[in-house]
């Protein structure tokens, strides 16, 4: 199948349309060559840039199909045609495919993810966007509706034993390289608590029992947490005697 041709074809008949947005007609603003693949545009210039084409919802979703097959080993043209299958949009009217090529799409979602080379899997951030992000984030502040959701969410939520159980056997064995462990170092240099901040945290200690637990192989009674990270399973008395 001559995937260009059809591209070239669904692009000309837009073009010839003269096509304009308005109230009672949706378009979708479209680059003709992709930005990846050096296209250049605005797609708010649809009316005077020559790369930015008006789209219905069907042909913008087809045209992304075509280009990731054309090139399929271009993995931002591949997300671009996953992302046109995500279809829960609030802005746009997404055209609906069938649930085949929405399958299809998963399906390559997972293999850009998991594979070695894959666009989303080890994906770093530039300085550069990095320094976007710190600037659309400065002086924003949560409502209080949204502070309220989030206390709402977290309060009283606790690890299951069967979940504590799982954190702890997957850590089992994990050796930390000369390299993480001086990062882990570096990272906690200079990084301690102020006085106010100890102050607060000993006033919500005051008052408080500490549960003491006593060990059933050398009969040692301490703290809940040290007693059961050294004793009980990883008393040594226990493994003396086993």
């Not at 947005?21 to 797609?43: M, N, Q, R, W």
């Not at 159980?165 to 064995?173: V, Y």
């Not at 240099?189 to 901040?197: A, D, I, R, V, Y």
């Amino acid at each position: 199948m001559n995937y260009q041709r059809i591209y070239d074809s669904i692009i000309n008949r837009a073009k010839s349309e003269g096509r304009v947005k308005s109230k009672d007609t949706y378009y979708e603003a479209h680059h003709i060559v992709p930005v990846c693949l050096g296209g250049e545009g605005d797609t708010g210039r649809w009316r005077t840039h020559p790369n930015i084409v008006l789209l219905t919802g069907r042909e913008h979703f087809l045209c992304h199909w075509l280009l990731h097959s054309m090139r399929p080993e271009n993995q931002k043209l591949t997300k671009a045609f996953v992302m046109m299958c995500n279809v829960k949009d609030k802005v746009q009217q997404r055209y609906v495919p069938s649930s085949r090529v929405i399958e299809y799409a998963r399906m390559l979602h997972i293999q850009c993810s998991r594979g070695s080379a894959g666009y989303w899997k080890g994906k770093h951030l530039t300085e550069e966007a990095k320094e976007k992000l710190r600037k659309c984030n400065i002086g924003r502040t949560h409502t209080e509706d949204t502070k309220k959701k989030l206390r709402q969410r977290s309060t009283g939520r606790t690890h299951t034993e069967e979940s504590i159980k799982k954190m702890s056997e997957s850590k089992k064995g994990v050796k930390f390289t000369d390299d993480h462990r001086e990062k882990l170092k570096q990272a906690k240099l200079g990084n301690s608590h102020s006085q106010e901040t100890r102050n607060k945290m000993s006033k919500t200690k005051l008052g408080k029992k500490r549960a003491l637990i006593k060990c059933p192989h050398c009969n040692k009674i301490g703290g809940n947490n040290v007693m059961k990270q050294w004793h009980f399973d990883n008393c040594k008395k226990k493994k003396t005697d086993s």
